[in-house]
């Protein structure tokens, strides 16, 4: 089956443009998460989605930055007024929900690198 | 609060030589470990994980082994390919309400030469 996909996987925009970042995760994966990878920096966690709702939404580094998720599937994240701290990989993971104690691997997609100009 | 610490790479050694990557990591409670590799143009993906103190976690040739004595969950594998070369992610796992929030930590870069 397929894996989880990003698009586009590169977008080059001017300061001060808003992106739009899409997933797909892997069909019956009610979790869903999405982190940023800068440059020499490890994976910075940014919001989880379970179903439609996102009951974490703590490391949105700002409101600029929001994110939904439609029909418990795809899902974008979208940065208003671009800067150019924001230029990373965007990196985009689903997993099964929890059962109890059980937690399930995140499996991730190959990124969105984004630059901002 | 929970963090993961690795050491710094670039990391470069020739083929068949002995790999080690060393993880520590500061948790409240017992977190899960894992390794997660990325492979060069493409996605992470999970090597290896121990969730209790004293398990090994192994796959393709790399071990781990959950030392919670030393917080440590250091990567080992006894001979390197040229195809092991990329960033190696040592990562946490911290049961946050209702879901897992994984902290990872900086990642390591690995170049085997042949």
């Known amino acids: 089956g397929a894996g989880v996909s990003q698009s586009p996987s590169n977008k080059v925009t001017e300061k001060g443009k808003d992106v739009e970042l899409r997933c797909d995760p892997i069909?019956?994966?009610?979790?869903l998460y999405w982190y940023r990878q800068s440059l020499g920096q490890g994976l910075e966690f940014l919001i989880y989605?379970?179903?439609?709702?996102?009951?974490?939404k703590s490391g949105l580094p700002s409101d600029r930055f929001s994110a939904e998720r439609t029909g418990g599937s795809v899902s974008t994240l979208t940065i208003q007024r671009t800067q150019q701290e924001d230029s990373a990989v965007y990196l985009c993971?689903?997993?099964?929900?929890?059962?109890?104690?059980?937690?399930?691997?995140?499996?991730f997609g190959p990124g969105t690198r984004l630059t901002v100009t | 609060g929970n963090s993961v610490t690795q050491m710094e790479g670039p990391v470069t050694l020739s083929e068949e030589a002995f790999l080690t990557i060393n993880c520590t990591y500061t948790?409240?409670?017992?977190?899960?470990l894992f390794w997660y590799v990325q492979y060069p143009g493409e996605g992470l993906q999970l090597l290896l994980k121990?969730?209790?103190?004293?398990d090994k976690g192994s796959n393709k040739g790399f071990e781990a082994t959950y030392r919670k004595e030393t917080t440590s969950f250091h990567l080992e594998k006894g001979s390197v390919q040229v195809s092991d070369s990329a960033v190696y992610f040592c990562?946490?796992?911290?049961?946050?309400?209702?879901?897992?929030?994984?902290?990872f930590g900086p990642g390591t870069s690995l170049s085997v030469i042949p």
């Open positions: 948790a409240t409670g017992y977190p899960s």
């Open positions: 993971a689903s997993s099964l929900a929890l059962a109890g104690s059980v937690s399930y691997e995140q499996y």
């Open positions: 989605f379970q179903g439609n709702s996102a009951p974490d």
């Open positions: 069909s019956g994966h009610t979790a």
């Open positions: 121990a969730t209790k103190a004293d």
């Open positions: 990562a946490l796992s911290v049961m946050k309400t209702s879901y897992d929030k994984v902290i």
